[in-house]
């Protein structure tokens, strides 16, 4: 077993808020190998974006991370000084977020910000910086470069702007990149572009890739493995065609439900009912029991302890939906429905 | 195009609910007195004119749920607006049970408006912050005595069980409720007006993946109930193919292809909805190289010649950089706006061969 | 309405009492944690955006500072005939034998002249507990008439359009490139003194800025959906205007407003002190500083220097609270 390239252990982040100390993040761990792409799914509250923040160092007060390991090439993050993580932040490690002008700075041409990028990390001649980063907007499809180089972000659209936070985060070839939700608010041709140059560049890299989103689909094409989050916990885990196709955990199960498809046309989608919980206000046992259609007495009282299963794959749940090993697989998502 | 009292030759043949003939929208940004004075030194400015929906004819039968799908900028929006009745085209006709809109007199068009209602994009914005959900969803019914003023709190009680939302909330503001909450508070005031169409303008595109389930479930249990019909605009083509029963694709302003739901998706005529719905991410599809149409959307300020889609369309050919292409019927109740069904020559499938790819290469 | 529950069957069954929504009709999303088992008929309190605004208003020590002296000052000037120690427009309490007492000193029936007495014998406290009474009145009642007519004018505009909102915009830009001080004499040079004909005076110089307030906010406000919502729903154009759109450009209109009566406070003040404002009769603070700018520089400070601080305080105080009202009801400041 080589040592994985990006891992998480435990991680716990909490914010201090009016309603008192709220826990974002719940003893989440996973492991990124090189070249490996991880979906990290949930809804909005989950914590998947604080997760993200905290791979980066970016976690700022009221926020913090309160225990837990996070190492990438064995290096320990958390804990280390902010000028640390600054040399961290950019070369081995890297994000992207659903508005690119979150990196982008609005006033300094592309060229500017890329050579800078280049330059904050490594010794190389502007001119040699320059090059690499006309290379890099090459290979992420941008056409003519050479002149692009020279334009201010505002100048491109939303897909284009997108496309160049993507080349500035792998312009010193990280080991980790962690992409939050950045095709979400594109269209779906768009989306389609970007998502197969994010892969292709991985693969040729061989960049660890944490793909942040909340629509289970675009993890389905892209991703090997995928971490199912809820109220801060990973309540599922495994190679993503497993888990879409024999979900362990029942909100897993109602997620896939509650994804519109051709199957049901007409027919009421199989919907997960009532809300997701406020982090302040969670129930003693497992966060999911209230709206669960499964749970039983434990699950009111007692939190589910994360249970390995065969295959890789791992739940948080009392009564895991437990699809017998030798039968044909079936589509849960399917069952769900009378 | 056709002799029967349809102008749109997919919809079923009842009279249609609404009908809107050869409509177009456009937004006009004209010069202001700095420019007009730079134009008098030769400055040669002109308006600038954004054809957000041009020429769309479309029948919507009573009730049916018709999907209108496209990518940003395509003026599915508008054209939603237009419907609604929020904005009145700029050319062409829209009718209400037959009757032209534009000319009807002031109680019959307040009669068409609210029987028109739009379910909006972003559940938090579409509530005025300052009122009481009660209020929300009672004001227009009292204000166009639908019900007396001491009737309002048990109408709106009502109209909250029938959401699913607790009437017990009623005197709460919408900031203290969640997004899917404020959804169900928005289709509430909507209904609350007894009207017979809804439009959805990405009405459950800002909701959560659970959430969303349970708003799309109660539309369709609002349909069967209260008999509406819907007009779903979507960018989301998943949301299209489960509640849709006819679809209408639409790029840069056009309708590009308008069938039955069923056909679309198995075979879609259009090149762009073949493209479209190649691109989907989708549950099924595996772990899988994804295949990416080229280029980027044009700007609508400056549509291509011909057909719009023309320059990242893998089957181009000479005559579709000139002409536009109509919106003709391919098969029945089926139309497509594509030259390629024209020719004689069997058409490429959905698949890209090698072929279209060398005389793509030709085209330039 | 199908949810995860069909398959519970075969499993242990959560019981409705548990908090498990199991009936299709009613998702559970609509029975918040907080109302279960409220009868429909009995709606619970919503809390407004206000009630969230003023418990917000009192996070900050600077801003409860400015509201306590505020306060204290409007209180003083509303109450000053009750306590004031003289009335100080009744010539006949006045001895200009008094006059020009220090600070300390006993004037009149026996009283002590805390703040000394001006030149024409009348104690300073009570000349500044009622001029402030002039300044506040002046200065609130200048500003709600202008912010009343502004604010229409500027919400008419943006919902207008057209030629209506480039005609009121045009006027609004000539009124602000004239400054105010310039105006404002110019006017009462015409109309001569009188404290209504300040009011007006201030009316004029200061309107513009509300309709411009309103206008941008409304402009913001216009595009929300609600107002399509409501458009959508056919309501009269009128009620849109001011149910729906007015009530949502209001609190820059607060923002603006408090800052705008501690300037018409100093503008009135700025008037008098140049001898054209509030009349000899109805002193302002402004008018005592300058009763008192002639003997400042003979040693009598007290005349020109205590209604100097009195104004000083008044505006500060005004300030703290308008930088806190706009850092509440912000929303680009808020989270």
Not at chain 3, 235 to 257: D, E, G, K, S
Request: glycine letters at 8%.
């Amino acid at each position: 077993m080589t040592t994985p390239v990006l891992d998480v252990r435990d991680l716990q982040v909490t914010f201090s808020t009016r309603e008192g100390l709220v826990t974002a993040v719940d003893g989440v761990s996973f492991r990124v190998d090189a070249g490996e792409v991880m979906g990290l799914v949930g809804e909005s509250g989950s914590g998947k974006s604080v997760t993200g923040l905290a791979v980066l160092g970016l976690i700022d007060p009221p926020g913090r991370i309160a225990a837990g390991s996070i190492k990438v090439k064995a290096t320990e993050l958390v804990g280390q000084s902010e000028k640390a993580l600054q040399k961290v932040r950019g070369k081995d490690v890297a994000m992207i977020f659903q508005d690119p002008m979150t990196t982008l700075n609005p006033v300094l041409r592309i060229d500017t910000q890329m050579i800078e990028a280049i330059r904050a990390h490594e010794q190389v001649s502007e001119k040699a910086a320059r090059e690499r980063a006309r290379d890099a907007l090459a290979k992420v499809g941008i056409p003519s470069p050479e002149e692009r180089l020279n334009a201010y972000p505002n100048q491109f659209s939303g897909g284009m702007r997108q496309r160049v936070a993507i080349a500035t985060a792998l312009l010193n070839r990280p080991a980790v990149l962690v992409a939050d939700e950045p095709t979400t608010a594109l269209d779906v041709t768009i989306q389609a572009q970007i998502l197969s140059e994010v892969q292709a560049l991985c693969a040729e890299t061989g960049t660890a890739l944490v793909w942040i989103t909340h629509d289970l689909s675009v993890i389905a094409g892209l991703a090997d493995k995928v971490a199912v989050m809820y109220a801060g916990r990973v309540v599922e885990e495994g190679p993503v065609a497993d888990v879409l196709e024999r979900p362990i955990h029942p909100y897993t199960a109602g997620l896939i439900g509650s994804v519109p498809s051709r199957n049901k046309r007409g027919v009421p989608l199989a919907q997960i009912p009532g809300m997701t919980p406020q982090l302040s206000k969670l129930p003693p046992g497992c966060p999911f029991a209230p709206r669960c259609g499964y749970s039983t007495d434990p699950c009111r009282t007692i939190r589910p302890e994360r249970t390995p299963y065969p295959g890789g794959r791992a739940a948080r749940c009392h009564n895991p939906l437990d699809v017998p090993p030798n039968t044909p697989k079936a589509d849960a998502a399917r069952e769900l429905t009378p | 195009m056709n002799a029967t009292m349809n102008a749109d030759a997919t919809a079923p043949a009842v009279k249609p609910i609404l009908s809107l003939e050869h409509v177009h929208k456009r937004f006009v940004k004209s010069l202001d007195a700095a420019e007009r004075v730079a134009n008098l030194f030769g400055a040669g400015l002109q308006d600038q004119v954004v054809r957000a929906v041009d020429d769309v004819t479309l029948d919507i039968a009573p009730g049916e749920v018709v999907g209108l799908v496209g990518e940003s900028g395509c003026g599915k929006s508008t054209l939603g607006r237009i419907i609604a009745g929020i904005l009145d085209p700029s050319d062409g006709l829209v009718r209400f049970e037959g009757a032209d809109v534009a000319k009807m007199n002031g109680a019959d068009r307040r009669k068409a408006d609210l029987a028109v209602q739009m379910i909006f994009q972003d559940p938090a914005a579409s509530l005025n912050p300052r009122m009481r959900v009660v209020e929300i969803i009672g004001e227009a019914p009292v204000v166009h005595g639908l019900i007396a003023a001491e009737e309002m709190d048990a109408y709106v009680c009502g109209l909250m069980e029938k959401v699913g939302l607790d009437p017990a909330t009623r005197r709460r503001y919408p900031h203290q409720f969640s997004g899917g909450q404020r959804a169900r508070i928005n289709i509430a005031r909507a209904l609350a007006v007894q009207p017979r169409v809804l439009v959805c303008d990405e009405s459950t595109a800002a909701l959560d993946v659970s959430i969303q389930a349970q708003v799309l479930n109660l539309f369709l249990e609002l349909r069967r109930e209260l008999n509406l019909t819907y007009v779903f605009v979507s960018h989301d083509l998943g949301v299209i193919e489960h509640i849709a029963d006819r679809v209408a694709v639409m790029y840069l302003g056009r309708i590009v292809e308008l069938a039955k739901t069923d056909e679309i998706f198995e075979a879609p005529n259009h090149p762009y909805t073949q493209a479209l719905l190649e691109e989907v991410p989708r549950l099924e599809a595996k772990k899988r190289a994804f295949t990416a149409l080229k280029g980027e959307i044009p700007s609508p300020l400056r549509p291509p010649p011909g057909c719009h889609f023309h320059p990242r369309c893998p089957h181009v050919f000479a005559r579709c950089s000139v002409d536009r292409p109509g919106l003709k019927p391919i098969a029945e109740s089926r139309l497509s706006a594509c030259h390629l069904n024209d020719e004689t020559a069997a058409r490429p499938g959905r698949t890209r061969s090698a072929e279209t790819v060398s005389m793509e290469a030709a085209q330039g | 309405m199908t949810d995860l529950t069909p398959h519970a069957a075969a499993r242990p069954v959560a019981g409705p009492a548990a908090g498990m929504p199991q009936s299709a009709g009613r998702p559970g999303e609509a029975a918040g944690a907080s109302d279960k088992g409220v009868p429909p008929p009995a709606p619970d309190k919503g809390e407004s955006l206000l009630r969230r605004h003023v418990s917000s208003f009192f996070e900050s020590w600077s801003a409860i500072i400015g509201l306590v002296l505020l306060v204290a000052s409007v209180a003083a000037a509303l109450l000053a005939p009750w306590f004031a120690p003289q009335d100080p427009y009744d010539l006949a309490n006045l001895s200009i034998m008094d006059n020009m007492l220090p600070p300390g000193e006993i004037f009149g029936m026996g009283q002590t002249a805390y703040l000394g007495t001006d030149d024409q014998g009348r104690d300073m406290l009570s000349a500044i507990l009622y001029g402030l009474r002039v300044s506040l009145t002046v200065g609130a009642s200048s500003v709600l008439i202008a912010a009343v007519i502004g604010a229409s004018l500027g919400v008419l505009a943006a919902y207008a359009g057209g030629r209506v909102e480039s005609f009121v915009m045009r006027v609004v830009d000539l009124q602000l490139s004239f400054p105010a001080i310039l105006v404002a004499l110019v006017l009462l040079a015409v109309f001569g003194r009188g404290v209504d004909k300040v009011v007006i005076a201030l009316v004029v110089v200061q309107w513009a800025y509300y309709a411009r307030t309103v206008r941008g906010s409304a402009l913001v406000e216009k595009r929300r959906e609600y107002i399509e919502a409501a458009r959508c729903l056919a309501l009269p154009r009128r009620r849109i205007v001011f149910r729906h759109l007015l009530p949502n450009c209001i609190p820059p209109l607060i923002v603006v407003a408090t800052v705008q009566i501690a300037n018409a406070i100093a503008l009135e003040s700025t008037l008098s002190f140049l001898g054209v404002g509030v009349p000899v009769t109805e002193p302002s603070l402004g008018m005592l500083i300058a009763n008192g700018y002639g003997y400042l520089l003979s040693g009598n400070y007290w005349i020109s220097t205590f209604p100097g601080v009195a104004l000083v305080i008044v505006i500060v105080a005004i300030n703290l609270v308008g930088d806190r009202l706009r850092d509440v009801l912000n929303p680009r400041l808020a989270k």
